[in-house]
């Protein structure tokens, strides 16, 4: 694979997409409440190891060092003001920290007596994205862990802190004093329109304070994830979809899943199809959820039988000649003209797609000008889908 193309995978101008996002952020109303609680540190820990408060996968790069989460710990023991922390409600029992997960982990960690270290915590990440959680295992682990001894220094030179060198085990009468020290949460929950989550959205970028720029697609992960996501982030690391994205690593704001879903969405579920695509790809989603273990197993299939149809294209097939750009546009098209007679008879892709008739589909006018204006058009998407079906060859 071309180095030219692995160096962008992170860059923003990796990939082609000319659906206006700012028109899928407009809503007309919601109905959005929010309820301030106030959980003692106990609480929260239980909420987080049941999993009843869940980290996003977008806030699960850990960044405080030991000396700030001490210096959280040591507030919380003596009372001092802490931030408050704002919690989404998905449903009943079941939130997302919007705002206050280096507070939260902190805390976390400290109960655990144990704190990540941090030439690991790329690693950490993908364990937590795979497992949902840090295994025990991993978190006694002293490759990934260090013991959390609370790193504070001394308030009066020649004076040591009481609490320096003290562990949750070692606070001794302050233990309980930590233990049911409360922490202000704010519930916020939207009530209407139901069955819409749009407003994590707008909610997620205004509240959140750790300057994290959030894409539908990181949002969506946290909000959809199931058994169809897991097979989605399995198939972005084959060798055959970085080859065919023209990117060696997976993009750090997942825009390359969202790639792969368009195309699932677009096969499965054209016929429900209204823009926005945000609200679009949200509903397909939310649906899938519900996929069964086998159709999740034939879709992944079907889509490894597309890589290798597309296996003698040359690396730069679905990339823009001029801009060195993926075009999000022709992939879908290619992706859904080649699946769906295989996805009607429930049966796999045979042969090859001709690379002569992906070129034909990209010099169509109609269709370039179809992907280049009014792009998620609900007309243009079909015209786009309908010249892929017509032009494509796979023998």
């Given at each position: 694979m071309s180095t030219e193309y692995g160096e962008i995978a992170n860059d923003e101008t990796w990939f082609d997409d000319y659906a206006d996002e700012s028109d899928q952020f407009q809503i007309s109303e919601y109905d959005i409440t929010s309820t301030p609680n106030d959980f003692n540190v106990m609480t929260l820990h239980s909420f987080i190891e049941s999993g009843a408060v869940k980290i996003p996968g977008f806030q699960r790069n850990f960044v405080w060092d030991m000396a700030r989460s001490s210096k959280l710990i040591e507030s919380l023991?003596?009372?001092?003001?802490?931030?408050?922390?704002?919690?989404?409600?998905?449903?009943?029992?079941?939130?997302?920290?919007?705002?206050?997960?280096?507070?939260?982990?902190?805390?976390?960690?400290?109960?655990?007596?144990?704190?990540?270290?941090?030439?690991?915590?790329?690693?950490?990440?993908?364990?937590f994205d795979k497992e949902g959680q840090i295994p025990e295992e991993i978190l006694h682990d002293d490759t990934y862990f260090q013991n959390f001894n609370l790193k504070l220094q001394e308030k009066v030179p020649g004076v040591k802190n009481i609490f320096k060198g003290l562990n949750y085990s070692t606070l001794g009468e302050y233990k309980t004093q930590f233990d049911l020290r409360p922490l202000r949460n704010i519930i916020v929950k939207q009530n209407t329109p139901d069955g819409d989550d749009s407003s994590m959205y707008e909610i997620f970028n205004r509240l959140n304070t750790g300057g994290i720029n959030l894409r539908p697609q990181e949002i969506r992960t946290s909000m959809y994830h199931s058994d169809f996501?897991?097979?989605?982030?399995?198939?972005?690391?084959?060798?055959?979809?970085?080859?065919?994205?023209?990117?060696?690593?997976?993009?750090?704001?997942?825009?390359?899943?969202?790639?792969?879903?368009?195309?699932?969405?677009?096969?499965?579920?054209?016929?429900?199809?209204?823009?926005?695509?945000?609200?679009?790809?949200?509903?397909?989603?939310?649906?899938?959820?519900?996929n069964t273990k086998e159709k999740n197993e034939y879709l992944q299939d079907l889509y490894l039988s597309f890589i290798d149809s597309c296996s003698d294209l040359p690396d730069d097939a679905f990339v823009n000649k001029s801009n060195k750009r993926f075009n999000i546009a022709l992939y879908e098209a290619v992706f859904t003209a080649a699946c769906e007679p295989s996805f009607l008879k429930h049966e796999l892709i045979r042969g090859k797609i001709q690379y002569e008739s992906i070129e034909l589909i990209k010099s169509n006018t109609d269709f370039t000008a179809a992907a280049n204006e009014g792009t998620t058009k609900v007309a243009n998407v079909e015209l786009r889908i309908s010249i892929a079906k017509r032009d494509l060859v796979i023998v």
């Open positions: 023991i003596l009372g001092l003001p802490v931030p408050q922390l704002f919690l989404y409600e998905q449903a009943r029992n079941s939130f997302l920290v919007i705002d206050g997960q280096q507070r939260l982990m902190s805390i976390y960690y400290f109960i655990k007596k144990r704190f990540p270290k941090k030439e690991m915590r790329v690693q950490l990440r993908e364990i996501y897991a097979m989605l982030y399995k198939i972005n690391i084959h060798p055959g979809t970085r080859r065919i994205l023209a990117t060696t690593e997976p993009d750090l704001h997942v825009k390359d899943v969202e790639i792969i879903l368009r195309g699932f969405a677009m096969l499965i579920d054209f016929d429900n199809y209204i823009p926005s695509m945000v609200k679009f790809l949200n509903q397909f989603s939310k649906k899938s959820k519900t």
